[in-house]
């Protein structure tokens, strides 16, 4: 079970619920390339999405045999990485759970959202991060950021690198139709009228799938750890077997 952290987060944020899930999974989280612990001394490659869909398929060739079924769950940003890494390799990764994936491009409004995300990083460039991060609540229903167990803070790196390019991918949704009974679009049950809730929502609806609630809201791993883990392994259990 490969958890991918998003946004700012780092492997810090899933500890809990990975020590629930350990019972029954083997599980490997990471920090992403350019986040606390896996810092760069320059800017990360582009494009994004590619850069750390290769890293996370690199970790896990390198942590699993070929042969060997994967599930992903991905929250915010690392939901678009869970996608990206079903649609590159359906032969090892058997489901891909995306929680909240900021995929904005698939909303009818995407031109209103892009542009949001483009005042939110002015805002940045001009006034600092704190005012970009308020800026940033928005999304979240106007609530401040959730506090999380992170290892550093990368706020400075997400708005500057990670903000922007993720909030601009767009799933491949041709892709994912054919392998649409491995996927999971996901959102939290405190967050279902938030704007980061929606692309979950449309994602849902064009793969004819279900939207599967989870406790609490976008980050509900970090503040729910144990029913969250047991509503994430009852999706475990009944993913499918390799083909």
């Excluded at 998003?6 to 899933?14: L, Q, R, T």
């Excluded at 290769?54 to 970790?59: C, E, I, P, V």
């Excluded at 992170?150 to 909030?167: C, G, I, K, W, Y």
């Excluded at 892709?175 to 929606?198: F, Q």
Aim: proline share 9%; aromatic share 6%; hydrophobic share 45%.
């Amino acid at each position: 079970m490969l958890l991918v952290p998003g946004g700012a987060s780092d492997a810090e944020v899933f500890r809990r619920l990975a020590d629930e899930l350990a019972a029954g999974h083997r599980v490997v989280t990471y920090d992403p390339r350019g986040i606390s612990r896996s810092a760069l001394g320059a800017p990360p490659p582009e494009p994004w999405l590619g850069t750390q869909a290769d890293d996370a398929s690199r970790l896990l060739g390198h942590l699993a045999r070929d042969d060997e079924p994967v599930r992903v769950f991905g929250s915010c940003a690392g939901g678009l990485i869970a996608l990206e890494l079903l649609v590159r390799d359906p032969h090892r990764i058997r489901l891909a759970v995306a929680h909240e994936p900021p995929a904005m491009g698939l909303l009818p409004d995407a031109v209103r959202h892009a542009a949001f995300f483009d005042e939110v990083y002015a805002t940045y460039r001009r006034d600092g991060v704190p005012a970009a991060m308020e800026r940033l609540c928005a999304v979240f229903g106007g609530r401040p950021a959730p506090d999380l167990p992170e290892a550093a803070d990368n706020s400075e790196f997400f708005l500057s690198h990670v903000m922007r390019p993720s909030v601009r991918c767009v799933p491949d949704v041709t892709a994912l139709a054919a392998l649409a009974d491995r996927v999971v679009p996901a959102g939290g049950r405190d967050s279902r009228t938030h704007t980061v809730h929606r692309p979950a929502a449309v994602l849902a609806r064009r793969l004819g799938r279900e939207l599967v609630e989870f406790p609490g809201g976008h980050s509900g791993y970090a503040k729910y750890p144990a029913p969250f883990a047991a509503r994430l392994a009852a999706l475990l259990t009944d993913a499918p077997c390799a083909s």
